[in-house]
């Protein structure tokens, strides 16, 4: 039989009149004369949210875990929907007048507008790329200017050696002939280690995209999920695919190996000679001959006449030795055009080698820490922090920042004196709070103003954020107050970071506080 719930009125007719609120709220239907809207009529709605605001708040403020289970539930659920209001009139109020064009009721930025802002876009694109590019190409210019004064070499076959220089592959086939050049590389090339493969962070960025994980989805399915907190450590070492993930690791440099073998056969490899044999191609032969037949050894021979079956040994041993920065030197670019494809192909193919051992190593250190029983060490992980400062702490605790800071000083990931620098930083951020102790600090939004305010004032640079929203055109701090900040500032960016997102979670369990999407607390 289903159970009923005594209904307690004065809890209820709080969230009645929240219901019927829109109603009688509702605006007359608007004349077929058509008027550019008023911001007006925005403020009227927003004063509507905000009344149903605090009709929302005072229905929640009504549960004092006496009532029941459905007036509990009520009340949360008002919490709930008092949080999003909060939210949705944060983006409200950053939405400037002369966003809202007169296409309709709702607020859409004008067409010019979201034109330029694509335009802005692309320009801080091309301007990153611009800014990643400045310093090679001086270090290349000067490099270019200062080799043909000494070794008499042309722009492009000094680009060439600088590459094969500064990735560490060094063929040997370019170097420099006279004392001052040599004297001269000795510095040039440590400089060129430093300034080429530091250029190349976005191409990191491109070889680690998600274009990897999309790829291995198609081809061999969905993963585990490894941030579902509602899966334990348990199920997902079960469900977890190790092989998958060392494949999405090596699909790189495996992508970049094939594309050095390409570029070796169709530009660096010279042709055989007419009627010449190789151990290779005889052992093959007498192999297809012997275990697939005259039909097996006829089409051997047909592929043999089509390519270069040495030609792809080669290809495929220029590109290991190119990407292993080992580069013997008896294969080496000849011709112009195969130097500036090298000059290119050399810096991916050491970074992709690079970048697949680090994540490869990763790999093999987040199994073992997954797979880590911590049950059995807990002990030695609260016996360090006992010690650590030298006195012995006979009831030491042990927080989850601490544990996680612990763990990965413990597996090295990260070295302990960097540890150290970040706790002092963080001291220092929050050094205007009032705390007992070093435990007990947080960095609140409070403190964040206090320090933009400082430092506006002592002519310290801001961030980008910062500069945007707090600043005057001519530099000066614009708020006046805490509270004024917050709810014209802090809230807007908080809301431009959540992209706007206000659709709501899953209810979380009874007694835990309800977190929106957007990352506004209740409870």
Known sequence: MREEYPINEPLLRPLTELASAPTRAAPAPAAPTRQPPARGGSRSIEAAMREANAQARALAAMDDGKQGTAQAAAARAAARFAAELEVALAAAETVPADDVDDAGPGKRLSCSKAVGSVLDGCCSAIGGIIESVRVPLIYFTIGAVVYNYLEGWAPGDTTYFLIVTSTTVGYGDFY????????????????????????????????????????????????????????????????????????????????????????????????????????????????????????????????????????????????????????????????????????????????????????????????????????????????????????????????????????????????????????????HLTRKGDFVSDEDRQLTARLIYEELAERSQQGKALSAGATARDLTPSGAFKWKSYEEWFERSWKGRVVAEASGDVQLTQPSKEGKPLRTAVGAVVG
């Open 176 to 427: 420099p002939a006279t004392s001052l050049g040599k004297l001269f590389t000795c510095f040039y090339a440590i400089l060129g280690i430093t300034v080429v493969l530091g250029a190349l962070a976005p191409l990191v960025a491109i070889l680690q995209g998600d274009w990897r994980e999309k790829l291995v989805d198609c081809l061999c399915g969905k993963g585990v999920d490894t941030n579902d907190m509602n899966l334990s450590m348990e199920e997902i070492n079960k469900r977890i695919d190790y092989n998958r993930r060392y494949a999405l690791a090596l699909l790189s440099p495996l992508v970049v190996l094939f594309s050095g073998m390409t570029l070796h056969y169709g530009y660096i490899r010279e042709p055989p000679d007419e009627g010449a044999t190789d151990e290779i191609v005889l052992g093959v032969a007498e192999w297809a001959s012997s275990t697939l037949g005259l039909e097996g050894l006829e089409a051997y021979l047909g592929f043999v006449a089509y390519f270069d079956l040495v030609g792809l040994v080669d290809s495929f041993y220029w590109a290991v030795i190119t990407m292993t920065t080992i580069g013997y030197g008896d294969i080496c670019p000849s011709t112009a055009t195969a130097k500036l494809l090298a000059a290119f192909y050399l810096p991916i193919a050491v970074i992709a080698l690079a970048d697949a051992i680090s994540d490869v190593t990763m790999i093999g250190k987040r199994r073992a820490i997954r797979e880590t029983d911590f049950g059995l060490l807990v002990d030695e992980c609260l016996l360090r922090d006992a010690v650590r400062d030298g006195d012995a702490n006979f009831s030491p605790v042990l927080s989850e920042a601490e544990f996680l800071t612990d763990q990965l000083i413990a597996n090295e990931l990260v070295d302990e004196a960097a540890v150290t620098v970040i706790k002092r930083q963080f001291r």
